[in-house]
């Protein structure tokens, strides 16, 4: 997954560590430390991979969630219509019903703490994640690592979100998304964005055509070793150009 990593960019471009006492694990206590702060959003999003996003492009995200602006009711939607499981559905109903929960005692709240549950449990939390239902927002001594991420519904952690993201279109969204993306990263092939944000092909086709008819990215772009063309942040051709001069 082609993204800007806070471990590269502390650590430098090596794997992870196993040794806990690398420097570079300074990252993980950033990320526990900031849990529930409201510094930026965390949560398993993009490939159901750990992801890090601005709170100003938070939005933009939700905007193109499952979520249409009632949390107590869309879940039920979605449910009755086949598209989320019984099991994402006992879990957030759980935190719907508690309030902020650690794992242990969601497994518990949401009756999915059997072993053989613990599979479907976790999909759960990946998918009401993917989807911007739940979050971690704290860390816990519980379990038997005595760590456990704390969850909340997001509509409860941030309430004015839902109102942030109702004037954004799906398109609009996407073009803001993928403005910031190309802002990071440089250049990207069609095929490595759909992996990353999961769009539909046309959907992500119109955006990248407006990004280019905006002047924003430069289309079939050659690069060494890169089996198809890219899309490219024109401005960063532009000046490599210059500098060639």
Not at 48 to 64: K, V, W
Not at 74 to 90: A, F, V
Not at 228 to 243: D, H, S
Request: proline content about 5%; overall charge negative.
């Amino acid at each position: 997954m082609i993204l800007p990593s806070l471990w590269t960019a502390v650590a430098g471009d090596r794997p992870v560590a196993d040794q806990h006492d690398d420097p570079g694990h300074i990252t993980w206590g950033w990320k526990d430390q900031l849990l529930g702060k409201k510094v930026w959003y965390y949560a398993r999003i993009l490939c159901r991979r750990n992801t890090i996003i601005s709170l100003r492009l938070l939005p933009c995200f939700y905007a193109l969630s499952p979520n249409y602006g009632d949390p107590e009711q869309d879940y039920l939607d979605q449910y009755q219509n086949g598209t989320l499981t019984l099991e994402s559905k006992l879990v957030y109903e759980a935190l719907l019903r508690e309030g902020p929960l650690d794992t242990i005692s969601l497994r518990k709240a949401a009756r999915l703490s059997s072993p053989e549950s613990t599979s479907r449990f976790n999909r759960a939390l990946d998918t009401l994640q993917m989807e911007l239902k739940i979050l971690p927002v704290g860390v816990a001594q519980a379990g038997a690592w005595r760590y456990a991420f704390i969850y909340d519904l997001v509509h409860r952690h941030f309430p004015e979100l839902i109102e942030q993201s109702r004037p954004i279109s799906e398109n609009q969204a996407r073009y803001e998304i993928l403005v910031n993306y190309f802002e990071s990263i440089g250049a990207a092939s069609f095929s490595e964005i759909q992996r990353i944000f999961r769009w539909g092909k046309s959907e992500l086709q119109g955006a990248l055509q407006q990004l280019v008819r905006d002047n924003h990215l430069l289309p079939e772009v050659e690069l060494q070793n890169q089996k198809e063309p890219v899309y490219a942040l024109n401005k960063l051709l532009e000046t490599r150009e210059k500098e060639a001069f």
